[in-house]
């Protein structure tokens, strides 16, 4: 690999860009605004006031939408589901 490549590397793993650009283009998917750009950029902005501590880091999902899919896994009502209930649940 040539020097430039891997330095390129580094600097994309480092900066965790191939996350965040992973993560905004999910964001997209879910919220799908009229206005991308503008809600990108909100997006952004909340990222670096989180990383600041004076706010908090946009999530895909709320807690509303995770006790959803727990309700999914946990069908008895169990209040817990087993290892293997949540590899399935994940592997979807």
């Not at 283009?25 to 670096?48: N, S, T």
């Not at 509303?64 to 899919?69: G, H, Q, S």
Request: charged letters at 30%; proline letters at 5%; aromatic letters at 8%.
């Amino acid at each position: 690999m040539a020097a430039g490549e891997e330095q390129s590397r580094e600097y994309l793993r480092r900066h965790r860009l191939p996350e965040l650009l992973h993560r905004l283009g999910a964001l997209l998917l879910f919220h799908r605004p009229e206005r991308p750009r503008e809600f990108l950029i909100q997006v952004l902005e909340r990222v670096k006031a989180g990383r600041r501590a004076e706010g908090e880091y946009p999530f895909l999902m709320d807690e509303a939408n995770v006790d959803a899919m727990f309700s999914l896994l946990d069908v008895l009502g169990q209040g817990y589901i087993r290892p293997a209930q949540y590899r399935e649940g994940a592997s979807t």
